[in-house]
């Protein structure tokens, strides 16, 4: 959509993190909805800013140019000389932190929403609370649309969209020359990974069985690993005994928006409660979540074909980035039987 470069704009202040970034996307959403004839800007982080830049509703991304951690106040006030030029009706800070609400206050945009957070008042002129038990963070994020303390608020949670972001054929092409990935047969993505911690990742070898028994089904299929270059380590583990030429370990040498086209790509996705589940299901592709140490219900796949696993152990979720137990029942006991039960049938819908 084209907006007049005149009319008011609206700011929204990117989480730090790509899940939540994606489970941020109902908000812009309902924005769009209220006000559709004004252009809404994401301020991002550099490594978030790709998945921003796959949703329709988002006009401008702009990247922010802080040190992670460090105030900086010199910078952010040339920062918000900058964006006071651009014209901003309102602001939206998703991060609890004051250095995030200082930006658009320096820049004097009237009306600065989000959560009390580290104790913004000032900062923050239309403060939300959040309610206990914490909310799902799509609903989290997408409350602050609507007025503080509604008494609408369950039934705004029931009629919420999901998260949307989507990839051009010209973006999976592309992907798929560059990593050798033929169009023509059938892919799979993992995402063995998780950047909060070790206690999340499901073993390498369950992942490497999970393989096997997709290749036992249809020799055609292609695999790839996805992630990080943290990640490269776990998907070698993963390939290590696995056909070279159907599997393809992709951490670290994929860019986030390629990717997410080869995720818009893929029959399934099965993955780590991490940023690239999100991700799949905003793509509203099969997925498969396997949750250990989190809580499934507090950022579950939101796709039309989704599973989430979970073994519900009496010691979790201990939302711990390591195990305290030191076993990790929680993955380990998770079979690769138990997820291929899931995924096969995803396989096989039309």
């Known amino acids: 959509m084209t907006h007049d470069s005149s009319s008011p704009r609206t700011l929204v202040i990117s989480p730090n993190w790509i ?83 200082l930006i658009p206050w320096l820049a004097g945009i009237r009306r600065r929403v989000g959560y009390k957070g580290e104790s913004r008042h000032g900062l923050i002129n239309v403060m939300h609370f959040d309610e206990a038990p914490p909310r799902p963070m799509t609903a989290f994020y997408a409350a602050l649309a609507a007025p503080p303390v509604t008494v609408q608020g369950a039934a705004m949670r029931a009629a919420l969209p999901r998260p949307r972001m989507a990839a051009s054929a010209a973006q999976i092409a592309a992907v798929c020359v560059r990593t050798g990935i033929d169009e023509a047969r059938p892919l799979v993505a993992f995402a063995p990974g998780a950047e909060f911690g070790g206690a999340k990742r499901w073993p390498a070898r369950h992942f490497a069985g999970l393989a096997q028994a997709i290749l036992a089904r249809d020799p055609a299929t292609q695999i790839a690993l996805l ?22 370990n992709l951490a670290g040498a994929t860019s986030l928006a390629e990717a997410i086209a080869l995720i818009a790509r893929a029959a399934a996705v099965v993955s780590n409660d991490s940023g690239l589940l999100h991700i799949a299901s905003a793509l509203n592709r099969p997925v498969v979540a396997l949750y250990g140490p989190t809580d499934p219900d507090h950022a579950p796949p939101f796709s039309d074909l989704a599973a989430s696993i979970s073994l519900r152990l009496d010691c979790g979720p201990c939302k711990q980035r390591e195990c305290p137990l030191g076993h990790q029942d929680c993955m380990v006991k998770m079979t690769p039987d138990l997820v291929w039960h899931r995924l096969q049938p995803m396989l096989s819908a039309p």
Not at 47 to 54: E, G
């Open 19 to 101: 899940g939540d970034a994606v489970m941020a996307q109902p908000l812009l959403q309902l924005l769009r909805a209220a006000h559709p004839e004004r252009p809404i800007d994401v301020l991002a982080p550099p490594a978030v800013s790709p998945v921003w830049r796959q949703m329709a509703e988002v006009d401008e991304v702009l990247e922010t140019p802080f040190r992670h951690g460090a105030l900086q106040l010199k910078e952010r006030w040339k920062y918000a000389r900058m964006l006071r030029r651009r014209g901003y009706a309102d602001a939206y800070v998703l991060p609890n932190t004051i250095k995030y609400a």
């Open 227 to 248: 992630g990080s270059p943290k990640d490269k380590e776990a998907c070698a583990e993963v390939a290590q005994d696995l056909p070279a030429q159907a599997v393809f």
